[in-house]
């Protein structure tokens, strides 16, 4: 069974500063690697996805996502961050083989001025 | 495109009731998900299912939850009956899948209330 770990529950930014919000997973066999994006009341968002190829990955709204496979990786980064990126982020692992998505506790993210 | 429909938006009813909640996955995917996510957590899937059948429901309450896809297209939920832990957001997926995985996208939910 494969499992996802995001190890910040919540982090707190000035606005134009970076962020970094750290993944790992466990999966046996190359994961399908996803980060998506929930602001309150709203459903979920896809902001990038990992299936194969180059392990950086860009996404919208200026997200950038490293695959790093000797760590079990799958950081999340914006260098410059905007108050409307004050959300909750996930991230999510699919199997190759039943297509089984299953969700980290999500890292909630606070943008100050 | 028009993305994956929930309904109801909102929903509110005492302990022991039932109720019901549908999704209409985006037209042709194949693969339908449906997540439960209690405030402060991330979704926990419920049950998945792959044309109209079932591929997990692992995870599935099954002595009161239920849930179906007809005709392998819409699919409802259902609580019965249901208890105060069962307050959530009830988010519904689907993703096209048809020779490899694709991503998979979220209708807006059903917050369910139970009092």
């Known amino acids: 069974a494969q499992s996802v770990t995001q190890p910040d529950i919540h982090i707190t930014v000035s606005e134009g500063a970076s962020l970094e919000l750290r993944c790992n997973y466990s999966?046996?066999?190359?994961?399908?690697l996803f980060w998506y994006v929930q602001s309150p009341g709203q459903g979920l968002q896809l902001l990038l996805k990992y299936f194969s190829g180059d392990t950086l990955v860009q996404g919208i709204k200026g997200f950038e996502a490293e695959f790093k496979r000797s760590q079990s990786s799958f950081n999340l980064r914006k260098p410059s961050v905007h108050w409307s990126d004050a959300a909750e982020y996930f991230c999510?692992?699919?199997?190759?083989?039943?297509?089984?998505?299953?969700f980290g506790a999500g890292t909630t993210v606070t943008v100050r001025a | 495109e028009a993305g994956v429909a929930q309904s109801p938006r909102y929903k509110i009813i005492e302990k022991r009731q039932s109720v019901a909640f549908w999704c209409n996955p985006i037209s042709g995917h194949a693969t339908l998900y449906w997540y439960q996510q209690i405030l402060g957590q991330g979704p926990k899937l419920l049950i998945q299912?792959?044309?109209?059948?079932?591929?997990?429901d692992s995870q599935l309450p099954k002595d009161r939850f239920s849930a179906e896809r007809l005709k392998g297209v819409d699919s409802t939920l259902k609580i019965q009956p249901a208890k105060l832990e069962d307050s959530a957001v009830y988010l519904c997926?689907?993703?096209?899948?048809?020779?490899?995985?694709?991503?998979?996208?979220f209708g807006q939910g059903t917050r369910l209330t139970v009092v």
């Open positions: 999966y046996g066999a190359t994961p399908y």
């Open positions: 299912f792959q044309n109209n059948g079932v591929v997990d």
């Open positions: 999510a692992v699919a199997r190759e083989d039943d297509y089984k998505l299953s």
């Open positions: 997926a689907s993703s096209l899948s048809p020779d490899g995985y694709t991503e998979a996208f």
